[in-house]
């Protein structure tokens, strides 16, 4: 019997999670909350307008709609508890409870965790008192030059500075200036670490993790990874920047440990466990843990999976996970080129008609996937946020995907849209690819 599933979140990544599950035979109809223009034109998907934070509310919405599962989206509703929630009322959700979240939302207890079950990671130390952090940045036997707030500051509120003077301004700012609120009331001081950075992420049900195959995000605005840093403005997939012995080793030591040390905390993990590695000379080193899909490397993995992602979620949510195959497309490669708006990311630009969707959508296995698009007049498209739009290419090679993916970001046009021209530089740079 096919099933009807709540989708948490509006953003690109959550785009693509429901056209995903919109292949599944298994799938009747996928709500999404609050959803999106582009989440809405998806057969089989409607957005709809609910409270997510009225659990009791939402809860029997889930009931009436008789909904088999509701997938998280992003962070915040998870660190809040949503799952914790509806799971009160018998409703199944694929993503951790809110104690699991901690792994992201408080960086501090995740740099005690990571140490108690000997993760990989760099050294560092935290801190409530900002005289004491200062005096730790000129005083510790490492470079401890970056300043983390240790709680959710939406993608923001980590510092790597290029001098102790830069790393104690840092610390003025999240603890004195308190520029991120309470998230910053504790500091995390951390060694800085060098090499690539690469994602890991992996479906867990608590017990088995099923790693999905390595991908690379974009931070910085500009070309050659300059400019502020943004909420990603490409990725690519699989980044060829981690050996596999490499990847074996982040399966075992970071991610099979670390779910393997929530379940001796008490904690029963399901759903997606993101480790952001920085492959450093002697090996890969965990930057950070998200508790959730990354934005936009979803986007590309969702291109190259092969597997029904309904029936893999279900089987995190039923511990089943150990039984399941995921496969995905290995001989192919995705290329996903984000296209944001002018001012992006210090300001956005809203209401411009956007131009040339139709023609790039009409090509083979490119794929548009919306982060802030609205209605405008005339039923046209128009920017509505800082990322507007991710355009991803599947090809048999990097090299065209990437050309086919950025070439099609040049085709969809607004006034003053921005987009990078060497996503997947890394790969190439590196001459991993030839
Ligand atoms: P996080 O949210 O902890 O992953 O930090 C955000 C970004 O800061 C990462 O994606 C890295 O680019 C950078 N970063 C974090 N920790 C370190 C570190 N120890 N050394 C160098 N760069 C880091
Ligand atoms: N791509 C980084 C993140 O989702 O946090």
New binding site residues.
């Given amino acids: 019997m096919s099933k009807n599933v709540l989708v948490i979140g509006s953003g690109g990544r959550e785009h693509a999670l429901c056209w995903k599950l919109a292949d599944s035979p298994l799938v009747k109809q996928i709500f999404c909350a609050p959803g999106s223009v582009g989440i809405s034109s998806i057969v089989k998907v409607e957005s709809v307008d609910i409270n997510i934070k009225d659990y009791p509310v939402l809860a029997e919405w889930c009931k009436q709609k008789n909904i088999d599962l509701v997938i998280v989206g992003p962070e915040d509703p998870l660190a809040d508890g949503i799952v914790d929630a509806l799971s009160s009322y018998g409703i199944k959700c694929f993503g951790p409870t809110k104690s699991g979240a901690e792994i992201e939302a408080n ?1 501090d207890w995740a740099k005690k965790f990571m140490a108690k079950y000997q993760i990989p ?2 050294r ?1 130390q935290s801190f409530t008192d900002a005289e004491a952090a200062k005096n730790f940045i000129n005083n510790a036997p490492f470079p401890a ?2 300043v ?1 707030a240790s709680g959710l500051a939406a ?1 923001k ?2 510092v ?1 500075a290029s001098s102790k003077e830069e790393a104690c301004a840092a610390v003025d700012e999240i603890m004195t200036d308190a520029k991120y609120g309470s998230a910053g009331q504790t500091v995390v001081i ?5 090499g690539d ?1 690469v994602s890991v992420l992996a479906f867990t049900d608590g017990e088995t993790v099923s790693l999905m195959p390595p991908s690379q ?1 974009h ?1 910085r605005i500009g070309d050659g990874d300059t400019g502020p ?1 943004t909420g990603g403005m490409g990725a690519y997939c699989p980044c060829p920047l981690i050996t596999p012995e490499q990847l074996a080793d982040v399966k075992e030591q970071v991610l099979q440990r670390a779910v393997d040390g929530l379940k001796a905390e008490g904690i029963h993990y399901v759903g997606v466990l993101y480790a ?1 590695m ?1 492959v450093t000379k002697s090996g890969p ?1 965990t ?2 843990f998200n508790c959730r899909f990354g934005d936009p490397e979803t986007q590309v993995l969702m291109l190259l999976l092969d597997s029904d992602l309904y029936t893999i979620m279900r089987a995190c949510v039923d511990g089943t996970l150990k039984q399941v195959q995921v496969k995905w497309e290995t001989e192919m490669c995705a290329v996903g080129v984000v296209i944001a708006s002018k001012g992006y990311p210090v300001t956005s630009t809203k209401g411009c008609v956007i131009s040339g969707l139709s023609q790039v959508q009409s090509q083979p296995n490119i794929v548009v996937f919306h982060s802030g698009v609205a209605r405008g007049a005339n039923d046209s498209l128009v920017t509505a946020g800082g990322r507007v739009i991710l355009v991803a290419a599947k090809r048999s090679s990097l090299r065209t995907a990437a050309s086919v993916a950025t070439s099609a970001a040049a085709a969809i046009d607004f006034p003053g849209a921005q987009y990078r021209k060497d996503i997947a530089h890394r790969a190439f740079s590196n001459s991993v690819i030839a």
């Fill in positions: 960086k990671t760099a560092y030059l970056v983390k993608g509120g980590v790597v951390e060694e800085v670490l060098e950075e995000d931070k840093n952001g920085m080193m930057l950070e």
